[in-house]
């Protein structure tokens, strides 16, 4: 009984439009000057919003958020590859990506400025909240994906998280459950380098993150995540799997954190300033602008209407964010169970006893 | 002796016993050349290196469950929780091996752990980064868990957490972390865990509390002392699990009237079980309902809204004076 190999696997690595933006263009996903200007678009309000944020952040006007820059093309790109009918889970750096499905900024900001109203209201029905406890949302994702499978719906989720998150369990839990019923999930790891202070290559002794997918027997592959068409393409291939019924895919798209994890961390602590200016030269959005270019679909003017119109909707998303402080107090106790409940209401007749109390006294 | 804050009197705790027992390992995520996300191993990376102060993945279950497998193997494990919110991804961990080894094998083995976690609101944190869930883990028998007020005790707890012969829940206020300074004393010093304190003595009232909401109670304190004369005992129950109640139960026995002063919601919190125990052991005693000042039975706010639940001076103040008037 001779011992042989009986199984083997590999990774590949896609990359269609490189940092200097010229185009592989057999792999190019040919999409229409509409669908590419959206995309443009999209990549630079989640880069623009996120600059605001952070101005707004060091004025006091919001609390600590977790800055999206330079990772525009991986959710921005996805959610244009996705329908209205797909669904978005993300974590908390997809914010480009967020706006495109619809999320009034203001309401972004009214979470990052501690109230819970930011999440609730919005439109696009299917696009989850913020999820901070990390990789808890894989399998949210899985269970989403169950549910659509079961009421036969043509609908993919798409799952956001970072390298950081390939180490919980839960992550390792919703790949093995996504793969067992075949479900519709496409698992797209942001990975950015850094896990707060934990550099990828501490992170794990695999080679890619893009096996560990093999272990579970899900289609994977590595991509530049800062090339926004092979973003595109990949998320949208692996839609298509899933409305197939083929079951989950997985893309490692490799981008770059630019910024702090937070506006809390301090990140000369553990990376040089020389790989940070290395990883801007990278940008997602410059060779876009570039690739924009050569096809003659843009030129400076454009580009300067583009962001004076994005100022203007964001001073606009600021505007109704600030404008809005009607927020009730007691709101908390309103959700805490589908009905009322008696020591719940007396908890709240004492809470604003106590507020009362509290301003007659100072 | 040093003025340190609490950061700094921790820092020094985890140091004086990595140098002096080299079993004691630290462990958690970016504790080292991040020297954790509130500085809190500050320099013990650098002193100690990898071995000793190690980077972990991001997995907060496997921080818990490979301190208890150091700790089979004769190591004396701290891990660290970046945030009490992410600590519920560990507590299968703690409830199904730490806790029960001893029980379980009658002794045979054992799981000498500590479990350092930032807790509790007031800073404009984050989502999941504001609870109180020191009533959780307490449930647990086997589990001690304990909560410092200062920087002086906050060294001594945590040094005799370290060398505690059980797994330690140490919950540290986040709140405090920077508040204030304290002449800490050079030498090793120990708080033996399991062992509450009167902070001041008094014949009227006690008020029973921990952690962050010391402060804010002891400002209350001082101020109905001041304008009404009262004589007020204050007690910090320093370890929440088991609960010293020796203490607060003949102080109340003394005082005839009580106030428990709790962060957390107020369902099945601490102030709960003290209160059972006053009832058990103070109840002829008492000249009045004891009172408890808490959060609500309500998610934890994000930080909009954060200060109008937890307890204020002006609310503890309020119990307080309700409790002697009646």
């Known amino acids: ?362 | 002796m040093a003025k340190l804050n609490m950061v700094q009197a921790l820092t020094l705790a985890m140091d004086q016993e990595m140098e002096r027992d080299p079993a004691v390992v630290l462990l958690g995520e970016d504790i080292g050349p991040d020297e954790g996300v509130f500085r809190v191993t500050a320099g013990l990376w650098q002193k100690y290196g990898d071995e000793r102060v190690i980077d972990t993945p991001l997995a907060e279950s496997a921080i818990v469950g490979t301190s208890i497998g150091m700790a089979f193997a004769g190591l004396r494990p701290v891990g660290e929780i970046q945030f009490s919110g992410f600590s519920m991804l560990m507590v299968a961990q703690l409830e199904a091996y730490a806790s029960r080894t001893r029980s379980r094998t009658f002794g045979r083995w054992t799981a000498p752990i500590v479990i350092r976690m930032p807790y509790g609101g007031g800073v404009r944190a984050m989502e999941h980064h504001s609870e109180s869930r020191e009533a959780t883990f307490a449930h647990f028998p086997g589990v001690k868990v304990v909560i410092p007020s200062s920087p002086r005790n906050a060294r001594a707890l945590l040094a005799a957490a370290i060398r505690d012969d059980d797994p330690v829940v140490f919950m540290e206020p986040k709140r405090s972390y920077r508040a204030f300074k304290e002449e800490v004393p050079d030498e090793p010093e120990l708080i033996p865990i399991g062992r509450a304190q009167v902070v001041q003595e008094g014949a009227d009232l006690t008020v029973i509390s921990w952690g962050a909401m010391m402060r804010p109670t002891l400002e209350a304190v001082e101020m109905v002392q001041l304008e009404r004369g009262a004589s007020i005992e204050v007690i910090d129950l320093l370890t929440l699990a088991p609960l010293d109640h020796t203490t607060f139960v003949e102080s109340v026995k003394k005082t005839g009237r009580c106030v428990v002063v709790q962060e957390a919601p107020r369902n099945l919190g601490i102030a709960s079980e003290v209160i059972a125990l006053l009832n058990e052991g103070a109840f002829f005693h008492l000249e009045a309902p004891i009172r408890r000042v808490t959060n609500y039975d309500v998610i934890t706010p994000y930080f909009g809204r954060e200060l109008m639940y937890i307890p204020s001076v002006g609310r503890i103040k309020r119990g307080i004076e309700e409790t002697l008037d009646t």
């Open chain 1, 1 to 362: 009984m001779p011992q042989k190999e009986i199984l083997q696997f590999s990774v590949s690595r896609l990359e269609i439009l490189d940092a200097e933006g010229n185009l592989d263009a057999d792999l190019d996903p040919r999409l229409p000057d509409e669908k590419l200007l959206a995309l443009y678009r999209g990549m630079k309000v989640g880069r623009a919003a996120d600059a605001r944020m952070l101005n707004l952040q060091r004025q006091g006007r919001i609390g600590t958020f977790a800055p999206c820059t330079g990772q525009e093309a991986v959710s921005c790109a996805a959610a244009l590859a996705m329908s209205e009918n797909d669904w978005f889970v993300g974590a908390f750096r997809e914010l480009g990506g967020r706006l495109m499905r619809n999320e009034p900024f203001w309401q972004y900001l009214v979470y990052h400025n501690g109230f819970e109203e930011g999440n609730a209201g919005h439109e696009s029905g299917r696009t989850l909240p913020f999820s901070v406890i990390v990789a808890a949302q894989t399998l949210h994702a899985a269970g989403v994906a169950y549910a659509m499978k079961y009421k036969n719906e043509k609908a993919a989720v798409v799952v956001f998280f970072g390298d950081g998150a390939t180490s919980e369990g839960d992550f390792h839990e919703a790949l093995n459950f996504a793969s067992v019923y075949k479900l519709p999930v496409v698992f797209v790891c942001q990975n950015n380098g850094w896990a707060i202070s934990i550099p990828r290559e501490k992170q794990t002794n695999s080679r890619s993150l893009a096996q560990k997918a093999l272990a579970y027997d899900i289609p994977t592959v590595q991509i530049d995540g800062n090339d926004a068409l092979a973003v595109y393409r990949e998320v949208r291939r692996a839609i298509e799997r899933g409305y197939e019924g083929q079951g989950p895919s997985f893309i490692e798209a490799e981008t770059y954190r630019l910024l702090m994890h937070t506006t809390a961390d301090d990140p000369r602590k553990y990376r040089t300033d020389d790989e940070v200016e290395c990883a801007w030269k990278n940008c997602p959005l410059v060779r876009f602008k570039r690739y924009l270019e050569d096809r003659g679909i843009w030129n400076d003017e454009r580009e300067a209407a583009l962001d004076e119109s994005i100022k203007q909707e964001i001073d606009e998303q600021v505007r109704i964010f600030e404008s809005r402080r009607d927020f009730k107090n007691d709101a908390l106790f309103d959700n805490v169970y589908s009905t009322r409940h008696a020591i719940i209401e007396e908890q709240r007749a004492m809470f604003h006893e106590n507020l009362t109390l509290e301003r007659h006294n100072g």
